[in-house]
């Protein structure tokens, strides 16, 4: 099984089913059979709020595959990434999660093919997100130094139509990795560019926790700066943001969740369009140069 580090609720048997309510690499809110733990301080249970290292049943067992797509520039030595997982749990289609970050850095691949930009332009179809980030990882540690140090920066997309949304911005000024893991600088600046479209599109955001739950974890370890977007998933909506961003104050931002229901009904079409075109903007920006971000 896949290394996991998971917060448990409190006094779970590390042999049995835990009921997850953190995680690093897997998923939150989810049930994960577990098949052996290790506790900090040598103790045998968790304690609320401590954290676990188990192991986890991967939920299928077999060959996936990342999609690559590059655009060259004229500049080969400079390359903008952006990526999506492009697979779901095994529960569901997995269409918000994430058949809309896959479909929004598509459109934005298919309308920017035709173009000659400055920088190179590589996209990143990811398998096996949901069994621990294993595509993007994979990805990164079979890169060479010199090819790492040729990707200026890398964007995320993970989870852009929830259907109770509310647009959010990876938090890089204020990341929660636990050390010794430092954010790049340069992360900052795109978050920037993202609030700053926001702004100009006079809609409201808030800050994601950048932490490590998706695909960019494996870009930040090897100190290429990142950022992306979210809408949000089984975290429940407070009567505030229903103030600000509309939608169902006390359900989550995306009750189909890792569910059956992830389907084709399981968007807000208003999020998708409003993040699609900000993704297309980041990429069309960053593909006249990456200044901004790399000095
Ligand atoms: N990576 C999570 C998943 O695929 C979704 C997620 C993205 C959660 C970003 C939090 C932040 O289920
Ligand atoms: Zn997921
Ligand atoms: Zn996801
Ligand atoms: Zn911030």
Same mark, same amino acid.
């Given at each position: ?39 900090? !301080? ?22 996936? @595959? ?10 080969? =030595? ?11 749990? #095994? ?18 691949? $298919? #309308? ?5 930009? %400055? !920088?190179?332009?590589?996209? *990143? ?28 920066? +890398? $964007? ?11 647009? %959010?911005?990876?938090? *890089? ?14 992360? #900052? ?7 700053? @479209? ?17 695909? +960019? ?5 090897? &100190? ?6 979210? #809408? &949000? ?12 961003? &509309?939608?169902? *104050? ?12 992830? !389907?084709? &009904? =399981? ?18 920006? @960053? ?9």
């Amino acid at each position: 099984g896949a290394e996991a580090v998971v917060i448990f609720n409190q006094g779970n048997d590390p042999t049995r089913e835990g009921v997850v309510v953190g995680t690093l690499g897997e998923d939150h809110g989810v049930t994960v059979p577990v098949v052996g733990a290790s506790f900090a !301080n040598g103790a045998s249970l968790a304690s609320a709020g401590s954290t676990a290292h188990v192991q986890v049943i991967p939920s299928e067992t077999r060959t996936d @595959y990342n999609v690559i797509a590059e655009l060259p520039g004229k500049n080969r =030595n400079n390359v903008v990434m952006a990526g999506s997982h492009l697979d779901s749990v #095994t529960e569901g289609p997995g269409i918000n999660d994430n058949g809309s970050g896959s479909a929004a850095i598509l459109e934005t691949a $298919l #309308t920017l093919a035709k173009s000659k930009p %400055q !920088n190179t332009l590589r996209f *990143a179809w990811w398998g096996a997100e949901e069994e621990g980030l294993i595509g993007s990882a994979a990805y990164v540690a079979e890169l060479s130094q010199a090819e790492k140090d040729k990707i200026a920066l +890398y $964007l995320n997309y993970d989870m852009v139509g929830s259907p109770n949304y509310i647009f %959010q911005v990876y938090d *890089a000024d204020q990341s929660s990795f636990p050390a010794p893991v430092v954010v790049p600088e340069g992360s #900052t600046a795109i978050e920037d560019l993202f609030e700053s @479209y926001y702004t100009l599109k006079k809609q409201p955001y808030d800050d994601a926790e950048f932490s490590g739950r998706s695909d +960019y974890q494996a870009f930040i370890e090897a &100190g290429i700066p990142s950022g992306g977007l979210f #809408t &949000g998933a089984e975290v429940v909506k407070t009567e505030q943001q229903a103030t600000i961003w &509309g939608g169902t *104050a006390g359900a989550s931002f995306d009750p189909c969740y890792h569910q059956a229901c992830d !389907n084709i &009904g =399981n968007l807000d079409r208003k999020a998708l369009e409003i993040n699609s075109d900000l993704i297309a903007f980041a990429q069309l920006t @960053y593909a006249f140069s990456t200044e901004s971000v790399n000095g």
